[in-house]
């Protein structure tokens, strides 16, 4: 079945800093997704990509839709502690009878006051 | 607005017995989903149900059943739980299948299994 690859597993940074992760896979997807998970809570959406190419922000966060539709990068710039948690790629394809969600395995993200 | 809503948050069980998992969603939604999420292993797509009166199996069904009990409703059944369940147990719902929106997500369930 489709698989998401996410890099890296962990980052341990500087509050200041900025933070790159991103996602590969071996098939294409049509709608990249990132989620926050933040600890004791279900995954929220941060940033939806539907067109091969598209940047797309919000507020310090900053995510593109790969040009081949097999990957996507997320970048937060300046980190704060409240940006800790767990980061999830997924991608998802259109049609069909469900359109599932494919997730990747996440990025555990610290941030050192 | 409470979106999704998952009960109980936290539950405690003994090999063998068994337990249902509520879930339900006010946001109208046609699709529901249930993953678990496992240290390392992200979220793994356990049952879902396309719509009110359909469900399916995901990537990890064994030792599960599922009803689809009206359009907002979607429980979880442990027959006979085993310590193999222990995990954080996630509802999610969305307009369809192929939303470009993604699934809105409950706070979860932790369970473990002794």
């Known amino acids: 079945g489709q698989q998401l690859n996410q890099s890296p597993q962990s980052m341990f940074i500087q509050e200041g800093e900025d933070v790159s992760m991103n996602c590969t896979s071996s098939?294409?997807?049509?709608?990249w997704l990132w989620y926050k998970q933040e600890p004791g809570e279900g995954p929220v959406l941060l940033i939806a990509l539907y067109k091969a190419g598209e940047l797309t922000s919000n507020g310090r966060l900053t995510a593109q839709f790969g040009i081949t539709r097999k990957d996507s990068f997320l970048n937060i710039s300046a980190s704060i502690p409240s940006d800790v948690g767990i980061y999830f790629c997924a991608g998802l394809n259109y049609g069909g009878s469900q359109g599932n969600l494919i997730f990747g395995k996440g990025t555990k993200l610290s941030v050192k006051p | 607005n409470a979106g999704v809503t998952q009960t109980p948050k936290f539950q405690v069980l003994k090999t063998g017995q068994s337990m249902t998992l509520q879930c339900a969603q006010d946001?109208?939604?046609?699709?529901m989903y249930w993953y678990r999420q496992d240290p390392g292993m992200g979220l793994r797509l356990i049952y879902y149900?396309?719509?009110?009166?359909?469900?399916d199996k995901g990537e990890v069904p064994n030792g599960y059943n599922v009803s689809r009990l009206n359009k907002r409703e979607f429980s979880l059944r442990l027959e006979s739980a085993a310590p193999s369940q222990t995990s954080v147990y996630f509802c999610?719902?969305?307009?369809?299948?192929?939303?470009?929106?993604?699934?809105?997500f409950g706070s979860g369930t932790r369970l473990t299994v002794v």
């Open positions: 999610a719902s969305t307009v369809s299948g192929g939303s470009l929106y993604g699934y809105t």
């Open positions: 946001m109208n939604h046609n699709s």
């Open positions: 098939s294409i997807f049509n709608t």
């Open positions: 149900s396309a719509s009110e009166g359909t469900t």
